[in-house]
């Protein structure tokens, strides 16, 4: 048996877990204001496109934020899949690692056009 | 005496029904889905944002239709149980020796506990909630 | 002392005669204040002699008498009477191929414990003139906690990734890996990364935490399991990444 290649998966997920723990909740919370039609200043398009149009620190805080909480839950959810019984681990992580880059590179795309 | 060992397997697809522990922990993998959902969400605001005020407007008018405001009910849950189980589990992965002893485990969860809290006033205050 | 009768189903299995186990009740009158392990004895002293367990040293020190009690791996010397006021059910130890009634097989778990080769390992071995290798109360409680394990195999049982991969080396044999890589004595860690590291190792773990919840001497192998992985996770980065290999 060789040494496995895991951690090159398994670092980010790490990583992104951290992030989602420390960011998520509370962006969803800003956005659970704006799903119930409370949009807070700071949302608004003037001042959203403001500061990330401005700062690329700001740009590259979001993408780091995005990019490995997509990873993360990607490979949580592989990991998930084969927990309830599905068998086609090498076709799943595939797929899901596959849409986090696509998302994530997406995101990229998009900040930068900002 | 020739041994015949009796081997019981276990069940693929359903095993977790076997303990309460189990199902807590399919719970804490199944929040990846919603988090995950509600990234590809995320990505989609900023694609809005990036397309211009009209679009973003839009965007945010249609997160208030009733399935949004349910799977933003869900994703913040799930974001909720995601966060504490992974702070508590941050003085299993990582204990701390100081001198002799290990720092007690309610210490390292404690302070993530702290730094999450104030991240988030942060994070409500620039977003300018109040 | 007070007298209680108490409603045992047990799970039974011949293999000379058996395909499969089935269930039989036992009622036998115990005191309060014992535990499951006296009732299985009163029952093959007064009921039933064909009953098979394992036991020895009726203090939670072999770790030879786990079993699953009321669907919980438990040691069956160390679960008091008093706190099941139903019917208990036992049963021999989920994951592992049932020899006779209540007696597993661990030969799996045997296998996988000498792959780790949890012993001290020296790479320059110091002659026997110059004594003993010291070692300071601050590097024994860097793995004291690892080496409190009896063997018991309970975690094997909690643990639902072992029972769904077989090849996983799983939570004891890896936690006590990490009790000798944790020992200042010891200079093995490079030979048992060659198992803790592969894909049976470390990385068949979800940590779902169930190893360290039913361990009951308190090991916390899921916590060793945790910190192997980030470990793995930097030796690997240095392998990869860092010019010269990290060597
Ligand atoms: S780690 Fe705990 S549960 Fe597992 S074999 Fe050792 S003593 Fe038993
Ligand atoms: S009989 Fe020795 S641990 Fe229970």
Redesign the interface.
């Known amino acids: 048996?060789?040494?496995?290649?895991?951690?090159?998966v398994?670092?980010p997920f790490?990583a992104g877990?951290?992030v989602?723990?420390?960011?998520?909740?509370?962006?969803?919370?800003?956005?659970?204001?704006?799903?119930?039609?409370k949009?807070?200043?700071?949302?608004s398009?003037e001042?959203?496109?403001s500061w990330?149009a401005d700062c690329v620190l700001a740009k590259l805080a979001?993408f780091g934020i995005?990019a490995l909480?997509?990873w993360?839950?990607?490979h949580?959810?592989r990991?998930?899949c084969?927990?309830?019984?599905l068998?086609i681990d090498t076709l799943v992580a595939a797929v899901l690692y596959s849409a986090?880059i696509v998302?994530s590179l997406?995101?990229a795309?998009?900040?930068f056009?900002? | 005496m020739s041994r015949k060992p009796l081997i019981r397997e276990v069940p693929p697809t359903t095993w977790y029904f076997r303990h309460p522990r189990y199902l807590r922990y399919m719970s804490r993998e199944i929040t990846s889905l919603f988090v995950g959902a509600y990234c590809v969400l995320l990505v989609c605001g900023l694609g809005a944002l990036a397309d211009g005020k009209e679009s973003y407007e839009a965007f945010l008018l249609a997160l208030q239709s009733p399935l949004s405001i349910a799977f933003h009910v869900a994703a913040f849950i799930a974001a909720l149980y995601h966060a504490t189980t992974w702070f508590n589990a941050t003085q299993v992965a990582m204990p701390i020796q100081i001198g002799e002893n290990f720092v007690p485990g309610s210490w390292i969860s404690g302070a993530h506990y702290v730094v999450w809290a104030l991240l988030s006033v942060v994070v409500i205050l620039l977003a300018g909630v109040f | 002392m007070k007298e209680r009768l108490i409603r045992l189903e047990v799970f039974r299995y011949n293999p000379d005669t058996d395909t499969e186990g089935h269930y039989q009740h036992y009622e036998v009158s115990c005191l309060e204040e014992w535990v499951v392990l006296d009732a299985l004895n009163k029952v093959k002293e007064t009921l039933d002699p064909t009953l098979n367990f394992r036991w020895s040293c009726h203090m939670a020190v072999c770790g030879s008498c786990g079993m699953m009690i009321n669907g919980e791996p438990r040691l069956a010397c160390h679960t008091f009477l008093r706190n099941y006021p139903g019917t208990i059910r036992v049963e021999p130890l989920v994951h592992f191929p049932v020899e006779r009634d209540l007696v597993t097989a661990p030969d799996d778990f045997m296998e996988k414990l000498k792959r780790v080769k949890p012993w001290i390992i020296r790479k320059d071995k110091q002659p026997i003139e110059q004594g003993e290798y010291r070692q300071t109360p601050k590097e024994l409680l860097r793995f004291r906690q690892y080496a409190m394990c009896i063997n018991c195999t309970l975690c094997y049982a909690a643990c639902p990734e072992y029972g769904l991969t077989r090849h996983f080396i799983g939570p004891a044999a890896l936690a006590l890996a990490h009790r000798y890589n944790q020992d200042s004595r010891d200079q093995g860690r490079d030979e048992r990364q060659e198992v803790v590291a592969t894909k049976e190792g470390v990385w068949e773990c979800t940590f779902v935490g169930a190893c360290s919840e039913v361990c009951p001497v308190h090991v916390d192998p899921a916590s060793a399991l945790q910190q192997m992985k980030i470990a793995s996770s930097f030796d690997w980065i240095k392998e990869h990444l860092l010019p010269g290999g990290g060597k």
């Open positions: 048996m060789a040494k496995s290649n895991k951690p090159v398994w670092f790490a877990g951290t989602i723990a420390f960011f998520i909740p509370v962006i969803a919370l800003l956005t659970l204001l704006v799903a119930f039609g949009v807070p200043a700071g949302l398009y001042s959203m496109h990330l979001v995005l909480s997509l993360s839950s990607a949580r959810l990991c998930t084969f927990d309830f019984g068998r986090a998302a997406a995101a795309m998009f900040l056009r900002l």
